[in-house]
């Protein structure tokens, strides 16, 4: 009889705990966004910046199209579609400080001259895309991640040899650590020039004109410095479906150690009746681990996802391009009308997703403004959580007013 006291005893000892617990998590919840009122912006031109926290303590991003930053001595640089930097010091504008990964492979047409010849771009970025083009390959970067100090990296392939068109591939390509010499997922040399316009040999993509163009164009969960903040050994990508189906996300993942061989990556395939996330290594099995809404410009939905440790929750931020019925389906991209922005969150990376905040306007600071491709600084992040940075791309006044690194803090703010 003696042992029902103390049995009562903890009973009520972990009944506290979890309501404690389960109070203290429930004031953690998001509701809501609020934004600093300046806009730190930086460099010559450029988009996209999807960005990591590398062993070495810097960020590291990945430039999608423009000039990027100047040489040191003030020059301007040539056009690129894609490029790695290193952005180093703090977010705001007097430690700020981007330098040139030279050692990193340019898929650019402009880098394609030694091939092609000389390739004509415009002097700024108003005219878009460039009037002159040639028979080349078109190559995009995106997913960034550095992960046991190796730094891997995404390239998108656009399926239009001239021209816009839709992504059909991604190229892995990938620096070991303590190395400067980038290779693509099979070993090959990502630098050498004679054969990445083709795909095939040594120079086959990672994905290639999988079903609906699926995994052709990639972002990267982040989880803190060199992904140190990852407990289950997994890398997580997303990916809008291709084509019309941008509004609905994919999702894939692979141990981390397997990250360069394709036939160990398993796609999300969706929930059993527990909940339970089921996967699977056909891609033609794959689910859908978000849905947003239709009809949007086929350049949205792709999700910037990091890990706020302070918070213990996964955030998402991610953006709508050119509303419906507002352009041309390839048009799209060229954001005629202002998008809108959505931040998430969820306490796994596949979700479910909670919408905590939803800007349908979304200009940040100048109504000319065109905004997408939000993206979460991974390491900007204040020690409870509450506080982070954004990094996004401006396609205003056609590319030629704010085409820049465009940088603005916000808080995330709860219900009292």
């Excluded at 997580?236 to 609905?248: A, D, M, Q, R, V």
């Excluded at 954004?390 to 820049?404: E, I, P, Q, T, W």
């Amino acid at each position: 009889m003696k042992k029902y006291p103390y049995v009562t005893i903890g009973f009520v000892l972990a009944l506290s705990i979890f309501i404690l617990s389960e109070c203290t998590h429930n004031r953690q919840i998001p509701t809501g966004i609020g934004f600093n009122n300046y806009v730190f912006r930086s460099g010559d031109n450029g988009d996209n910046w999807c960005l990591t926290w590398a062993a070495d303590g810097d960020l590291y991003t990945s430039q999608c199209d423009g000039r990027g930053w100047r040489y040191p001595d003030g020059r301007q640089r040539d056009f690129m579609n894609n490029h790695i930097w290193r952005i180093a010091g703090g977010p705001d504008s007097a430690s700020f400080r981007s330098v040139f990964v030279e050692d990193a492979p340019d898929y650019s047409r402009t880098a394609q001259k030694e091939i092609y010849g000389p390739i004509v771009q415009p002097d700024t970025c108003i005219e878009f895309p460039p009037p002159e083009r040639l028979d080349t390959w078109n190559w995009y970067a995106y997913g960034i991640v550095s992960i046991d100090g190796n730094i891997y990296q995404f390239i998108s392939h656009c399926g239009e040899r001239s021209g816009f068109g839709w992504f059909d591939g991604s190229q892995l390509i990938w620096r070991p650590q303590g190395k400067e010499k980038w290779l693509r997922w099979n070993g090959s040399d990502a630098n050498d020039r004679s054969k990445w316009l083709i795909n095939e040999g040594d120079n086959q993509l990672f994905f290639f004109e999988e079903p609906d163009l699926a995994f052709s164009w990639i972002t990267i969960a982040q989880f803190g410095q060199d992904y140190r903040e990852n407990k289950d050994g997994y890398v997580y990508i997303y990916s809008p479906e291709g084509k019309e189906k941008s509004n609905l996300l994919n999702m894939a993942r692979v141990k981390k150690g397997d990250i360069l061989n394709r036939s160990r990556w398993e796609f999300f395939a969706g929930f059993d009746n527990s909940l339970k996330t089921q996967w699977t290594k056909d891609i033609r099995k794959r689910g859908v681990v978000h849905t947003f809404p239709e009809g949007w410009g086929f350049y949205s939905w792709s999700p910037s996802v990091v890990w706020n440790k302070g918070l213990g929750l996964f955030i998402m931020a991610v953006a709508g391009t050119q509303r419906p019925g507002t352009g041309g389906v390839l048009e799209n991209y060229m954001h005629y009308e202002p998008g809108e922005l959505r931040f998430l969150w969820s306490e796994n990376p596949w979700g479910p997703w909670t919408e905590f905040y939803r800007d349908e306007k979304w200009i940040a600071d100048d109504p000319e403004n065109r905004l997408y491709l939000p993206q979460l600084s991974p390491k900007w992040i204040s020690e409870d959580g509450k506080s982070m940075y954004m990094v996004f791309s401006d396609a205003g006044r056609r590319y030629s007013k704010r085409y820049l690194w465009n940088m603005q803090k916000f808080r995330i703010t709860f219900d009292k």
